[in-house]
């Protein structure tokens, strides 16, 4: 999230509750809003279908074509997203200005390319769907995970205002276009993938104009980032184990009992899915929480311990800005427990009444109380991961993530065939284990940050190599020759 909390510090330093209350509103639509609106448009979308005539069948081609490419484009992603604010942020600490954007561009070159290969074959098994449409949903995947890539750099531009503008204006798009197709008469299923895939196109446009307005368009590889494979193998399997785990039990649901096949490859279980959609929403306050309190309020305890070490500060202040500093991190963290927990109780007890409304059974309600637990402890435990992360304990990060990863698994796969008043316990289960983990161990490595910080350091700089460091410094002089040799020719002809 590099870049979020310096706006932010400027907008809760302001004397009014406007300030404090668009503080709230950007870091919501950093931290959740694509995830959110993609969401509440497949459910939007769901209704105003119904209300134009689709068929349940139709809708639930409709609801598993919007699914898999959001969960589709969120796993091929993953692979990058951490490492791309890793080398991001360190761009940025460095001022090396023009080397982020290629990387954005190298990034969604090495995820659009195998990813759309393997869901275009995907999306053929589906001979049931038209081609018009499956080329829509196609789309719509890669325009997905070009926006997953960009909100690894969104952060850093600040521009918050337009931000939320590229957001609304996509989400107004998705539901003008299908809207109007729809009073058209074209087929229901065509007038959705169309308008979200122009919805998302519309995005897509916004936060690319935004990043070019903020960075130059950059010399150098495209693909210099790919040292840090070499560099943080472990960065790598962290940000994968993150998102898959947080979406496990729902692939797993489509095959339990409450399961179907809706055509081809495509499967779901709809009871399941739209009560995980809407517990999903749960996470929220924690992710919002995290970014105010870690950004705003324990980073700058965070700093000044730091710069009292690089900066020559005497033992007796690197001892105080330690202290200060861990007892930042024990409040920041309990607090945010607080609101997590208190925020999930609220939510599953109201939200019962407006589900109700909408048709859920007694079933369903019961799923979704049940996940709102379980997304609540994964909320809490992500965000113990990524301040693992801050403190640059990349074990620490990658066991707290595996264990999760494979809790989830293991225990969605074991109450797989039983009554559905089990449904969601795996994932409360697996949120509770990273908890457990990923607190002490966090604190832990606090109280030795010491230690961290001078003995566990080589002595001598280290000069790594291998294939991935060698395969980035190769593409980067490939580029820069390419590079050079296009300005002599220019010159030669314009002398």
């Not at 040292?227 to 960065?235: A, C, E, Q």
């Not at 009560?275 to 000044?304: C, D, G, H």
């Amino acid at each position: 999230m590099a870049g979020i909390g310096f706006e932010l510090r400027k907008l809760f330093v302001g004397k009014g509750a406007i300030s404090k209350i668009r503080a709230y509103a950007y870091a919501s639509i950093i931290t959740s809003g694509t995830m959110v609106l993609a969401v509440l448009m497949m459910l939007g979308i769901k209704y105003l279908a119904r209300f134009f005539g689709a068929t349940e069948h139709q809708t639930d081609i409709m609801i598993v074509l919007m699914v898999y490419a959001t969960l589709g484009s969120l796993i091929f992603s993953s692979v990058l997203q951490i490492i791309l604010s890793r080398y991001t942020a360190d761009n940025l600490f460095g001022k090396n200005l023009e080397r982020v954007l290629p990387s954005l561009f190298g990034g969604s070159v090495l995820i659009i390319i195998p990813g759309g290969l393997i869901y275009g074959i995907f999306l053929q098994f589906a001979p049931e769907i038209p081609a018009i449409d499956r080329l829509f949903n196609w789309g719509l995947f890669i325009e997905m995970a070009f926006v997953w890539l960009e909100m690894a750099y969104i952060t850093a531009a600040k521009d918050y205002q337009r931000i939320l503008l590229g957001f609304v204006g996509g989400v107004l798009t998705v539901f003008v276009v299908g809207g109007i197709l729809l009073l058209l008469g074209i087929n229901p299923i065509t007038a959705v993938m169309a308008g979200l895939f122009t919805g998302y196109g519309v995005m897509v446009y916004s936060f690319t104009k935004i990043l070019l307005r903020i960075f130059p368009i950059g010399t150098g590889s495209l693909f210099a980032f790919v040292k840090y494979f070499g560099l943080f193998p472990d960065l790598v399997l962290t940000s994968i184990l993150s998102q898959t785990g947080a979406f496990v039990h729902i692939i797993l649901m489509w095959f339990s009992p409450l399961g179907e096949n809706v055509t081809g490859l495509f499967r779901q279980a709809p009871m399941h899915d739209a009560a995980a959609f809407f517990a999903f929403l749960v996470t929220i306050p924690a992710n919002v929480n995290f970014v105010v309190s870690i950004e705003v309020t324990f980073y700058q305890k965070y700093r000044r311990y730091f710069t009292a070490i690089s900066n020559g500060g005497t033992l007796k202040e690197i001892q105080i800005s330690q202290k200060n500093m861990i007892a930042a991190l024990n409040q920041e963290v309990f607090r945010l427990i607080q609101i997590q927990v208190f925020a999930m109780v609220f939510y599953a007890i109201l939200m019962r009444y407006f589900l109700e409304s909408i048709g859920f059974t007694r079933d369903m309600i019961t799923m979704f109380q049940i996940m709102c637990i379980g997304y609540s402890a994964y909320a809490i435990g992500n965000s113990i991961m990524q301040l693992q992360l801050y403190f640059n304990d990349r074990k620490g990060a990658l066991f707290t993530c595996f264990l999760y990863f494979s809790v989830n698994l293991l225990c969605t796969r074991f109450f797989l065939f039983r009554s559905p008043i089990y449904y969601g316990l795996g994932m409360v289960i697996a949120g509770i284990a990273m908890y457990l983990a990923g607190i002490p161990r966090l604190f832990a490595f606090v109280r030795n940050i010491d230690y961290h910080i001078y003995c566990s350091q080589p002595i001598l700089a280290v000069q790594r190599s291998n294939l991935w460091i060698k395969l980035a410094s190769v593409l980067d002089e490939m580029e820069y020759g390419a590079d050079r040799a296009y300005y002599r020719k220019t010159r030669n002809r314009n002398p």
